[in-house]
């Protein structure tokens, strides 16, 4: 085992103070060699480099999603573009959308917060910044902060997001610096079309519009894509789907972002309430539907990976995907909160938690050998509510949101979100939320919850919606394949008849950061 260094904030500088020293202090990286600290079954289609860097990022890998954490440093309130989803005036805590943070950090302020939760939340494996503005229109506070991080905690993943507009000229600074996740936000291939969501950009000390802006944003893009795969830092690339707009085109970006190397398409729905102000929002663009979303992702994946389980995270947010923890963390609180980092707590907690998900990869495996052979031209959804660590454990009257996966004889396929009203309103009207909840899970065949009340369950069952409690506490993979083999065995027993259900029709919640 190695040796670790235990870190107190304290040591963390507040100004320029020499960091060298402390970086010394190399711990276990997420590399984790003798696959201590990952280990997880490399899919065939990943080299064991790549492999080594999205197994425990929370948005890279899927299934690391519920076992690994995330956080946000907001330290890049400046942008240099104007995208027509994006007002970053406003902040609400109940909301998720481009630019919106609650406090804005120093470079040495984020360094201490990220001790603090390095230390509070062992599985917390990746540290990004995505905003509130864009990352590398504020170059010296992002490089400086991750600077400050790899210096102090080095088993720490550096994730960047970016609009992509200054990416060529410090491609070579993100790579020395080890930053091995970039994100570039990329919603056309097209200026004609891009002039339809950027209305101008600031580009070497002037201002661009028309589609004069979106032709340099574009070039610059693609320019900045092409050098960060040439020197094998992994890209993602986000896209927002803009009914109307560039739905379609997100086809023809698919293709350029391939192949020019990157490695994961994010497609996520516009978010438009008018009440968040946008120039989307109050022309009355809608967001695409849950359906319309799966449609294009289901498109695009044919092509190359593609990430469905984008939680279109505040700039500021900490904890795992969909969950954010960071009121906890305000910086009044870190600055007197009795915290050390030790690196040896982290890797042991961070074996546990991958023993677990090795655990459940087998038990899935297993139970897939098994399915009946009438499973092969099946393939039905299931709504889960989870409150998270991977688990069916949420009661059907406090979920706000539902998993959904697609389950076949390959297995169980996250497919999506669906946001809905809370059913349980503490008894003023609970009837109202259901019939929004049903529509949101028409297209499932059943709904895994941990509990669930008479009334919801009779409904469900009417609507054909299977209301089940029977795998409560379980983890969701084995619980909706276990679902799945038995939902066969009705079939095969002729209690059931197998048939197509229709499109959800609920509107797939906001788009939030760059990320
Ligand atoms: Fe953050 Fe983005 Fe890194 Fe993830 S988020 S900088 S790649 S660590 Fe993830 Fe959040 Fe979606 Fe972004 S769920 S908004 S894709
Ligand atoms: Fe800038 Fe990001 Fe807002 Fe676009 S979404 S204007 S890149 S902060």
């Given at each position: 085992m190695q040796s670790s260094k235990v870190i107190r904030?304290?040591?963390?500088?507040?100004?320029?103070?020499?960091i060298a020293g402390i970086a010394s202090s190399q711990l276990c990286t997420s590399s984790g060699t003798g696959g201590n600290c990952g280990g997880g079954k490399?899919?065939?289609?990943?080299s064991p480099e790549v492999w080594d860097k999205v197994k425990n990022h929370p948005c890279y890998s899927e299934s690391a999603h519920h076992h690994f954490a995330r956080m946000h440093v907001a330290v890049a309130p400046a942008c240099n573009i104007q995208c027509?989803?994006?007002?970053?005036k406003y902040d609400c805590s109940n909301e998720s959308r481009p630019g919106v943070v609650s406090e804005r950090l120093t470079p040495e302020q984020a360094a201490k917060k990220v001790m603090a939760v390095a230390s509070r939340i062992p599985q917390m494996t990746v540290v990004g910044i995505a905003g509130p503005g864009d990352a590398l229109a504020n170059p010296e506070k992002t490089f400086r902060t991750f600077e400050l991080i790899s210096a102090f905690a080095p088993d720490i993943k550096l994730c960047l997001s970016t609009n992509g507009l200054l990416l060529p000229e410090y491609v070579d600074r993100i790579a020395t610096l080890t930053i091995e996740h970039v994100t570039i936000t990329i919603n056309m291939v097209d200026p004609e079309i891009g002039q339809h969501i950027y209305p101008w950009i600031f580009f070497q000390h002037r201002r661009w519009e028309g589609i004069e802006a979106s032709r340099i944003l574009h070039q610059q893009q693609m320019k900045g894509l092409e050098m960060l795969t040439e020197r094998g830092v992994l890209c993602k690339v986000n896209s927002v789907m803009i009914p109307g707009i560039n739905d379609r085109h997100l086809i023809e970006v698919n293709k350029a972002v391939k192949e020019r190397g990157a490695f994961l398409h994010n497609i996520m729905p516009l978010i438009s309430e008018p009440e968040h102000g946008t120039v989307f929002g109050l022309r009355g663009l809608r967001g695409p539907s849950a359906q319309e979303l799966k449609a294009l992702q289901d498109e695009c994946e044919g092509e190359m990976n593609v990430m469905?389980?984008?939680?279109?995270?505040?700039?500021?947010a900490v904890g795992m995907l969909g969950e954010d923890r960071s009121a906890e963390f305000a910086t009044e609180k870190v600055e007197t909160m009795a915290v050390a980092y030790d690196a040896d707590v982290r890797r042991r907690y961070q074996q546990l938690v991958e023993r677990q998900r090795q655990n459940k990869l087998a038990e899935t495996q297993a139970q897939l050998e098994h399915?009946?052979?009438?499973?092969?031209d099946i393939r039905i959804q299931v709504a889960v509510a989870s409150k998270?660590?991977?688990?069916?454990?949420?009661h059907f009257g406090h979920a706000n949101e539902f998993q959904v996966y697609e389950v076949s004889a390959s297995g169980a396929k996250f497919i999506g979100h669906r946001r809905v009203d809370l059913y349980c309103q503490g008894g003023y009207d609970d009837e109202e939320a259901l019939p929004t909840i049903i529509r949101a899970l028409n297209d499932c065949h059943a709904v895994l919850v941990a509990k669930i009340g008479a009334c919801p369950k009779s409904e469900l069952a009417k609507a054909g919606i299977d209301p089940v409690e029977g795998h409560a506490f379980e983890f969701i993979e084995p619980a909706v394949i276990a679902y799945f083999s038995a939902y066969l065995q009705k079939i095969a027993a002729g209690e059931i008849v197998h048939a197509e259900r229709g499109d959800a029709q609920i509107r797939q919640g906001a788009y939030t950061s760059a990320a």
């Open positions: 904030l304290h040591e963390i500088p507040s100004g320029n103070a020499e490399r899919p065939d289609n990943l027509n989803y994006c007002n970053r469905r389980h984008c939680r279109q995270c505040r700039a500021d399915l009946p052979s009438t499973a092969q998270g660590d991977g688990k069916v454990n949420q």
